[in-house]
């Protein structure tokens, strides 16, 4: 089973490469992960230094942001159906549903 290591310990592991100037391999021995799974992290970081790390439930911001905007969507559609099914059935019996604009 793969081992599951949070942003911030993966920040850090890169940052003692890239800032500290420590050679990625000793990090990697050190701390018991292996070379390519930290060469990776790198990788990632210097793809994107501001969102590296996504993934296993975290997002980039313009992903989330699209996420939730579907979602919303989604809710506004539903609640839209359920109002002409409610104004549908008024109509057959002749009831006056309020709206409230």
């Not at 420590?22 to 994107?48: H, P």
């Not at 969507?73 to 709206?99: D, H, M, W, Y």
Request: glycine share 6%; proline share 4%.
């Amino acid at each position: 089973m793969a081992n599951k290591y949070d942003n911030d310990f993966k920040l850090n592991t890169v940052k003692l490469v890239l800032e500290e100037g420590r050679v990625a391999s000793q990090v990697a021995r050190d701390l018991g992960i292996s070379e390519k799974t930290l060469y990776g992290w790198i990788a990632r970081y210097k793809d994107d230094p501001n969102n590296p790390f996504v993934g296993s439930g975290n997002l980039k911001p313009e992903a989330k942001a699209a996420r939730d905007l579907e979602r919303e969507n989604r809710e506004l559609r539903e609640e839209n159906e359920i109002l002409k099914k409610r104004c549908a059935s008024s109509a057959r019996t002749g009831s006056k549903v309020p709206v409230h604009l």
